[in-house]
């Protein structure tokens, strides 16, 4: 008895916390006369694309996805490069410094980096000035700085997958005639895969969420801006297009909805096993 | 291989990570803190006017000025609230799912997941929809219609903190959850033999093996609770009715890029940084002392 009116109450709190989803996805199919509703109802007998047409053609949500598209994922395979390249460093190899440049890696990730806005600012006019695909109102800054914020994170994960991967292989690789390169790329790479994905993800919702850099970066140039803002735009106090905002939310929620279920069990033992180191 | 040989190895791997980090995190905050010494306004990033040097000028202005404190007043209220109401939530959650069939947490745990992973302008956006003066559902639901969330400070503090809570419980709860499932069913079973009662069970063996746990997310939620800056720029329209609803990050940001004042923005951020540098060192501290080592 005891055992079902936990239940029963817990079932109810799933059913609240995902109620603002269910929301946003069944306003994105309301027809518009339903969603202006003085009497808003929990479900549609009308079912229609017409909030997603909307939030395609007149607010050009396909440029914006597709620019958010791309600054991630070019965020994503750098991250994935420098920073397997950085904790196989840390990890493999013993020298001098090496204690000293893990704690600032751990220090440099509790840095605010909203406080950096205006020196990232003035640093991203300056290098728009020598090449203009990474200043400001460009892709490329965008590209820059979420990759050094998502640096630190990655390689502090990625150590514990590089340390778990015998030394002895790498004996044996090389006592096969494996060049050190050959050794890096096609024996460790694949082996520590898993945690890459993991940090891929991380990195990826990191950039994809970003909303004060693109604010403070992209102003001037519309085709550039990323989905966070885009959303932003549209919100007008008092005559929103809540169907066409509804739509575009489910578009920026769902991407990042998919890579968090296909990750889930090995983001939550990573995150456990980067905080306990 | 030789040691020389190793080190060299190991930079040439670390370079261009360093490079990146050097370039756009140290650089950055060098910058930060040496903007946050001038007069930095429009005139000066046009280069229609020289720098003008004002040492800690601006920070005497901040430390004089009302609104600054008042903001930070409201950024340390906020916080302690949604880091309140973050762990209360989680932890209660957490404990829940250890007392529920494996179908009933695994849907708490998705629906769960969906709230962690909704990006944060969506999910202001989508509560700024659902608590919506005449289209929303809730105030159709207490009926209510008309009646404005975000007009009032309070409510509008109060409604972008249960926005806050709603996206980062998951972490506290997921977190806890597994740091009671890997208690060992023996200790548990010696406590109940010994005769102690399920609370003291709770109280005297649960709560002191999961103190590590509960100190990092306490930690971790304090510091990401304390620089929101899209929920309150979204909702509250960049800050409010006059900027009653600001928070140090927004602050910073306002006084920045809306009022040109780049220098009293760096000076804030400046401020921000040390602040939640002492965080970090109290969490490294507590760290070290529950044994964890680099």
């Not at chain 1, 001037?220 to 007008?236: C, I, R």
């Not at chain 2, 109940?192 to 003291?200: E, Q, V």
Request: proline fraction near 4%; charged fraction near 10%; include cysteine.
């Amino acid at each position: 008895m005891r055992r079902w009116l936990t239940e029963g109450f817990v079932l109810v709190i799933a059913g609240v916390v995902a109620f603002p989803l269910f929301w946003m996805v069944l306003s994105a199919f309301k027809p518009e006369d339903e969603i202006i509703s003085a009497d808003p109802v929990p479900w549609t007998t009308r079912p229609t694309l017409d909030s997603f047409t909307r939030a395609l053609t007149v607010a050009n949500f396909g440029r914006y996805f597709l620019n958010s598209v791309i600054v991630a994922l070019v965020v994503v395979g750098l991250s994935i490069l420098i920073s397997f390249l950085a904790a196989t460093a840390l990890t493999r190899f013993r020298f001098r410094s090496r204690t000293t440049l893990l704690i600032m890696l751990l220090v440099v990730q509790m840095v605010p980096v909203e406080a950096l806005t205006v020196p990232l600012f003035f640093l991203m006019r300056s290098v728009g000035d020598s090449v203009p695909a990474f200043g400001l109102n460009h892709l490329g800054s965008l590209v820059l700085v979420h990759l050094a914020f998502s640096l630190p994170f990655a390689i502090w994960m990625l150590r514990g997958f590089v340390a778990a991967v015998p030394v002895e292989l790498e004996e044996a690789a090389t006592l096969d005639g494996a060049s050190r390169l050959r050794f890096l790329w096609q024996v460790l790479f694949p082996l520590v895969a898993p945690g890459l994905v993991a940090t891929s993800v991380l990195s990826f919702i990191h950039a994809w969420n970003d909303f004060l850099f693109a604010k403070t970066f992209i102003i001037s140039a519309v085709e550039n801006q990323t989905l966070p803002l885009a959303l932003q735009v549209f919100v007008k106090p008092d005559q929103n297009d809540w169907g066409a905002i509804m739509a575009g939310s489910t578009l920026m929620t769902i991407p990042v909805l998919i890579f968090f279920m296909l990750v889930q069990r090995r983001l939550v033992s990573g995150l456990a096993g980067a905080v306990k180191g | 291989m030789t040691a020389k040989g190793q080190g060299r190895t190991a930079f040439a791997y670390l370079a261009p990570a360093l490079l990146v980090l050097g370039g756009l995190l140290a650089y950055p905050i060098y910058q930060l803190v040496l903007i946050s010494l001038y007069d930095y306004g429009q005139e000066q990033v046009s280069g229609g006017a020289p720098l003008h040097f004002l040492g800690l000028g601006n920070y005497q202005k901040l430390l004089g000025d009302q609104q600054f404190w008042g903001v930070l007043g409201q950024t340390v209220a906020f916080a302690a609230v949604c880091v309140v109401g973050t762990l209360l939530v989680g932890a209660f959650l957490a404990i829940l799912a250890t007392r529920v069939r494996t179908w009933v947490r695994m849907t708490l745990f998705l629906a769960a997941l969906g709230a962690w992973s909704t990006p944060a302008v969506a999910g202001s956006t989508i509560w700024l929809f659902l608590f919506d003066a005449n289209f929303g559902f809730v105030n159709e639901v207490l009926g209510i219609q008309g009646f404005s969330w975000t007009f009032d400070k309070w409510t509008a503090f109060g409604l972008v903190a249960a926005q806050v809570i709603w996206c980062s419980f998951p972490f506290v709860m997921v977190t806890l959850y597994a740091g009671i499932k890997a208690i060992p069913g023996e200790v548990l079973e010696a406590a109940a033999l010994d005769g102690a009662s399920a609370f003291r069970t709770a109280w005297s063996v649960t709560l002191p093996l999961l103190r590590p746990i509960i100190l990092v997310v306490t930690i971790q939620s304090i510091i990401w609770d304390f620089k929101v800056f899209t929920q309150i720029y979204v909702m509250t329209n960049g800050g409010g009715i006059a900027g009653r609803n600001l928070v140090l990050n927004v602050y910073a940001y306002q006084q920045a890029f809306a009022a040109s004042e780049y220098g009293l923005g760096a000076a804030i951020g400046v401020v921000m940084t040390v602040l939640l540098l002492a965080i970090t060192m109290f969490y490294l501290r507590a760290l070290r002392r529950s044994g964890e080592v680099l």
